[in-house]
């Protein structure tokens, strides 16, 4: 193998299981007499709970059992905020099964555990809840205000959190400013809607006193410490298992939903396998969502269009509890900048409670929302001071030479400052310019209006704070049978093709085929340190700590085959499958050396009779492993980022909107992005593509509906609407490569990357190409027919 | 979402069917079940008796007779939409066909079926309103046919009794020289129209024919008799088609919703009328 | 949870009614007594233990749950095993070659990397099979292949690579 295979376009291994139906989704295990859990959940935004009655549910035939908060033990309790901040006083988080009060659509009330889910549901129905409901207010800017009514009478005003984050000195840079810009833009919720609905399995051996749970989670290992401190196991004896995942975006990182907790107590109790396989609806009202921001965004600007400062104000929803903290919005908060050099800020959100589900990170996490604020600004001061929309945007970019960029005061999710730390961003807006051709596309349009159709272009630039710590570990295994190489590591894949990427890496340092690298993650057995797959951190973090580890592997073969082979190590070389003596034909396998350099020497194949062709892999007096020595070819690293590695893009597009019927069709979309180096360029652009059809999604169609009274009244696929192949427009993408200096690999993240701009790319877009027909501007996604026919209405009011 | 329980039969006669039926108030009748199937798995409906009306003989295909393309109840929207027989007597089907959901849902789902369970926002009922068809209903009182006029009552309410089965669905052929069309706009591929126009022109040496419906914009399909008086009497002008739209606009009674505004509805309504009778009248002879 | 603790007495199964099906599956015989409302995707998962095809909404909106019914893709979530009486059902599991070497459309799959978490694909993969064995004359146009698989959602790819292997597919198939 001397091709490198870091940087190929490798097809993956994990396509053949998937693509012949043997996937293993958690409801796919086999488990013999699994019983099936329903909810009952509460059909009000915000009531008291009088009283609950479940003794016709537990008389229906087929039903094991029901649980209420009353029944649930030690889970009867809050559960845990994750991420503490000091700007939230006591934090609201939810419990289990309601006691008392609920407080949103959704929440569980009680459990229902069955013999299949069809008779589960049926009980469900059955369970007689009391309620008294209180008002509501689900509209955030009302619920702000004095008199609203509280989802937590702890909480005026219903805010959960309060946050100003200062960079420079915008006060005395707002004084010296000529221009001023300022502009109120909205973007509403949506939600990740993986194809694969969340699902947990768990079962409980009495005799090991071990508990297995399979769960639809980015989190495994959180989920196993969760669950031996709650119910208060050993953690060795709590193994979960994240097995394939039908997608994730985020959702699937809440810990805990209540189901996590609920379906392995009810294993316990019971005595049987129990399964909880979310519905649609379910996914809809009670599994998290994200987006629902209001900015009041204001640039300060010289006449030359250079912006010396800026101020938000933002309000952020973040629903009925606050389980993940600030997350959401403090990543909104620290990347309002995004590639510009701005180097006055003054930042300030409001988290604000509504009774409504839980909002935590979605694809993104708020980056798509500030984007949509300052790319729409940028817009606006282009438009206000009559430059061309690229030409401002060129006038602020940062540098190369100005990397790493410090935003001093601003603090990241991950607790440290801001600080862009590399990339060619005045060359990628360059390469857009040269495909979309601004100048030509200008004439194109201007006939095109004179034939009375409108065709619009829009861009946007976004930066991406990638690959946050604290750490992710690899461990790396050669198997003396086979010579196949096992890797592990903390986290866990939901289509990413992690075991392709992490297999690249690992290839070109042992000298192995892709295929013959199998990686096994999601499993707290198969490796149990690590933190989760999420903030587009796989790549950055397992990538690089499962690379490290490599290297020690790297080290140790050679150096056992050099005893082997009786040459020093600098003469050979790792490929094929064995360590080579370079020019000639003499080598040792992989297999034989890992078989080598263990010391119990029972020949009980191949590898062990070969390895006894050799000279001893180990050369030293003494017992037959060495003060410090390990058996076997195998080592476990870790790696912990010294901070964010920041990846960023800009995209554009040509749109054409019909504005009889207000329809948008999308001619032309292209994708100027740069990720580091890239392991994958396959992957990297399947993961950029998937992206932007979720941007479209949420600038065009996806928008969660909840009526007044806090009913979330289209949950379900025909009301919220996913786009199909027929709305996503083909994606042109071109890659810039500036490794970042700040890990080994020099990969940034790019998982999230696709669905940041595209919301101001559209807006911006559309409203290029109804110039002539209204001055209207698109700050509010998604952009609806409805929205364009009363943008175009009040263009021209009606005679 | 999984649906409640309920008795399953499965009759081979239309006789035994009926009698199934009128048996039972809350009995419904299974065809392609792509519309009822959902509304049972998400539990909107509760029957307690499902008639699976599958391997009733002589339920199945399609016949054109007598000037009308007739759809049998067991006929799966595919199946009429591949027909090329079909696609010659009155092209506006297999046209309009392309707008019912997607092809899966359309080789499993019924025309009948949906017929029956009137979506105000459907396309095929408006099709059997525009081509003034009906249908054929079996009970134990006897046979009868309901003109389409009749049938759609209100969104998912039809005429039919509750002990009556529609086994036919009669789609008049088109004449001569008709041109047609079916101009819809929804926000995704095979959802439901937010508004939907189906057009006939008829040229009949001075006396040009319009038929119009639309669905998506009010309680029911509707004829769009206004507009088809107005280009009755005015032919087709600039003028007609402007006061056209303008007359169709009275016609949306839907109220805002999630996917539109009452406001876009109407100016909306007004461009798919003009769209439509354009395309239908260009494809006139 | 303690092993003294005399073990519960749970129930085994529902009070549902129940009707005697015949029908095949993957070329398979297969004679089975199921509850009158148990939708044919949990059938073929759970009681045959065919995983392969997904469940995604259970109201036919997502296709993910796509089998082919007497030929052509139907929603096996629209479908009551009941109704499938008689009927030849195929799924994934029927699709690779015998050898184990994949489909034509498995390989452009992989080949295009039309998949990422791989939920949507063996509905995908159905539905697709369906439009090449039908009638119906094949677009192979983008806009057409789009329509082909309009009816099925995906939430990872954005739909790119799906429409090349859909293309690939069809001419290694010698389709179009």
Not at chain 1, 389 to 406: G, K, M, Q, S, T
Not at chain 1, 530 to 545: D, E, K, M, P, Q
Not at chain 2, 191 to 197: L, M
Not at chain 2, 260 to 278: C, F, H, K, P, Q
Request: charged letters at 20%.
């Amino acid at each position: 193998m001397s091709t490198k295979m870091f940087g190929a376009r490798i097809k993956r291994n994990i396509d053949p299981q998937l693509l012949i139906g043997e996937g293993s989704f958690v409801d796919d295990i086999p488990l013999a007499g699994a019983l099936h859990v329903a909810f009952v959940r509460s059909p009000f935004a915000r009531a008291k709970i009088k009283s609950i009655s479940t003794e016709f549910a537990e008389q229906h035939p087929g039903v094991a059992a029901v649980y209420t908060c009353d029944n649930i033990g030690a889970l009867d309790l809050e559960l845990p905020q994750l991420i503490p901040h000091p700007c939230m006083d006591s934090p609201r988080t939810q419990r289990p099964l309601a006691r008392g009060d609920v407080y949103y659509v959704g929440q569980t009330v009680a459990m229902v555990v069955a013999v299949d889910r069809y008779t589960a549901e049926d009980a469900a129905a059955l369970v007689d809840v009391d309620y008294d409901p209180l008002p509501v207010e689900i509209d955030l800017e009302k619920a702000i205000l004095d008199g609203a009514p509280l989802v937590h009478p702890t909480h005026p005003n219903n805010i959960a959190a309060d946050l100003v984050q200062i960079s420079g000195d915008p006060d005395s840079a707002i004084a010296g400013a000529e221009h001023v810009t300022k502009i109120r833009v909205q973007v509403d919720r949506s939600t990740a809607a993986p194809m694969e609905c969340r699902a947990v399995a768990a079962t409980f051996d009495k005799v090991m006193g071990e508990l297995t749970v399979w769960d639809s989670t980015q989190g495994p290992i959180a989920i196993r410490g969760g669950l031996a401190s709650i119910f208060n196991i050993d953690e060795d004896k709590v193994r979960v298992i994240a097995p394939h995942v039908g997608g994730g975006f985020g959702q699937k990182v809440l810990l805990f939903y209540p189901d996590e907790l609920l379906v392995p107590f009810a294993a316990m109790q019971l005595g049987r396998p129990v399964k909880f396989i979310e519905d649609r609806r379910e996914n809809f009202i009670g599994s998290s969502q994200e987006r629902t921001q209001i900015h009041e965004i204001e640039l300060y600007a010289k006449k030359n269009g250079e912006v010396i400062a800026l101020v938000d104000r933002f309000l952020h929803d973040t629903g009925a509890f606050i389980p993940y903290g600030i997350a959401v919005a403090q990543v909104a908060s620290t990347s309002i900048a995004g590639p510009y050099r701005i180097p006055n800020i003054r930042v300030e959100f409001k988290a604000v409670y509504t009774p409504t589900v839980v909002v935590t990170p979605y694809r993104g996490c708020g980056r798509p929302q500030a984007n949509f604020a300052i790319e729409r600004a940028m817009d606006k001061l282009a438009e206000e001071l009559g430059l061309d929309r690229f030409e401002v945007r060129r006038r602020n970019l940062i540098a190369d030479h100005e990397f790493p960029y410090l935003r001093k005061g601003l603090l990241f999710a991950d607790g440290l400052p801001v600080s862009l730390d590399s990339g060619q961003y005045h060359k990628a807006l360059q390469l857009l310019t040269e495909k979309l051709a601004p100048e030509e596309f200008a004439v194109q349009q201007k006939a095109a209006r004179g034939a009375g159709r409108y065709l619009g272009l829009g861009l946007s630039f976004y930066v991406e704070g990638t690959g946050l710590g604290p750490y992710e570990g690899g461990h790396i295994k050669i198997h003396p049978i086979t010579g196949k190489v096992y890797v592990n590591t903390g986290l866990t894949s939901q289509g990413q093709g992690h075991d392709t990427v992490f297999a690249q890496i690992v290839a070109d340092q042992l000298g192995v085929a892709v295929t013959d690298v199998i990686l096994v993650e999601g499993d707290t057995k198969a490796f149990d340190w690590g933190v989760a797959t999420f903030a587009s951190r796989a790549a950055v973090v397992s990538g690089n700590a499962i690379h490290k580890s490599a290297l020690i592997v790297r080290k140790k073969t050679l150096a056992a085959a050099a005893n082997m082979l009786e040459v020093s190590a600098d003469d050979l070389e790792l490929r094929d499958g064995a360590a080579w003596v370079k020019g000639s034909n003499r080598s040792v396998s992989l297999a034989a050396i890992a078989t080598a350099t263990n010391p119990l020497r029972y020949a009980f194949n191949e590898s062990a009779k070969a390895a006894t062709q050799f000279a001893p892999a180990s050369k030293h007096d003494g017992p037959p492993l060495a003060e410090g020595q390990h058996p076997g070819l195998e080592a476990t690293d870790y790696y912990s980022p010294p901070s964010a590695t920041w990846a960023y893009g800009v995209h554009g597009a040509i749109v054409e909107v019909d504005p009889e019927i207000c329809a948008i069709k999308i001619k032309r979309y292209v994708c100027i992005h740069d990720c580091g180096n890239m392991i994958n360029p396959t992957i990297v652009e399947g993961q950029v593509m998937g992206g932007i059809a979720q941007g479209i999604g949420g600038a065009m169609y996806e928008r969660i509906e909840y009526d007044t009274e806090g009913n979330l009244i289209n949950a379900n696929f025909v009301d919220f609407l996913v786009p199909y192949a027929t709305e996503i427009p083909p994606i042109e993408i071109l890659h810039l490569e500036t490794p970042t200096p700040l890990n080994p690999l020099g990969v940034k993240g790019v998982g999230e990357a696709g669905c940041i701009p595209v919301a101001a790319v559209i807006a911006s877009a559309v409203e290029d190409a109804l110039r002539p027909l209204t001055h209207e501007h698109f700050y509010h996604v998604p952009i609806t027919p409805s929205a364009i026919h009363a943008a175009l209405k009040k263009a021209a009011p009606a005679n | 979402m999984k649906p409640p329980p309920f008795e399953y039969c499965a009759p081979r006669s239309l006789k035994d069917a009926v009698e199934l039926l009128a048996a039972d108030p809350s009995a419904m009748v299974l065809a392609g079940g792509q519309s009822l199937i959902p509304a049972l798995n998400m539990r909107f409906a509760a029957p307690s008796r499902l008639i699976d009306i599958q391997h009733v003989e002589g339920l199945k295909g399609v016949v054109i007779e007598g000037g009308n393309i007739i759809v049998r109840a067991m006929t799966r929207h595919r199946e009429l939409e591949l027909n090329d027989e079909v696609f010659r007597a009155n092209p506006l089907i297999r046209e309009t066909m392309a707008h019912v959901a997607h092809v899966p849902i359309r080789n499993r789902g019924t025309v009948v079926g949906s017929l029956c369970h009137a979506d105000a926002a459907a396309e095929m009922p408006s099709i059997l309103l525009v081509t003034d068809g009906s249908v054929v209903t079996e009970s134990p009182r006897g046979r009868r046919e309901i003109p389409a006029a009749d049938f759609f009552q209100f969104h998912m309410t039809t005429s039919r009794e509750p002990d009556e089965i529609v086994v036919e669905a009669h789609f008049p052929v088109l004449p001569q020289g008709a041109g047609w069309a079916f101009e819809e706009f929804t926000r995704r591929h095979g959802d439901y129209a937010i508004a939907a126009v189906a057009a006939i022109v008829t040229r009949a040496g001075a006396t040009d024919v319009v038929s119009l419906s639309a669905c998506g914009v009010a309680s029911r399909p509707i004829r769009l008799t206004v507009c088809e008086q107005i280009f009755a009497a005015q032919g087709f002008t600039d003028a007609s088609f402007k006061a056209a739209g303008e007359a169709a606009k009275e016609y949306v009674t839907a109220p805002d919703d999630i996917h539109a505004t009452n406001d876009y509805r109407r100016d909306l309504l007004a461009s798919l009328v003009v769209r439509a009778v354009e395309k239908a009248l260009t494809r006139s002879r | 949870m303690s092993r003294a603790k005399i073990r519960a007495k749970l129930p085994t199964k529902s009070a549902d009614p129940t009707v005697d099906i015949e029908l095949t599956v993957n070329g398979e015989r297969v004679s089975a007594e199921v509850s009158t409302r148990m939708l044919l995707s949990d059938f073929l998962r759970h009681e045959l233990g065919l995983t392969g095809t997904h469940v995604g909404c259970e109201h036919g909106v997502c296709g993910a749950c796509t089998v082919l019914i007497n030929g052509v893709a139907g929603r096996s979530c629209l479908t009551f095993a009941a109704q499938a009486a008689g009927c030849e059902v195929r799924t994934i599991e029927s699709v690779a070659n015998k050898d184990g070497t994949l489909h034509p459309l498995q390989e452009a799959f992989r080949d295009c990397h039309g998949l990422q978490c791989g939920y949507c694909t063996p509905g995908m993969i159905m539905n697709i099979l369906s439009s090449f064995n039908s009638s119906a004359p094949l677009d192979l146009s983008d806009e057409g292949i789009r329509d082909i698989i309009s009816g099925n959602l995906c939430r990872c790819t954005g739909y790119q690579n799906i429409i090349a292997a859909v293309r690939q597919a069809a001419k290694a198939m010698s389709l179009g």
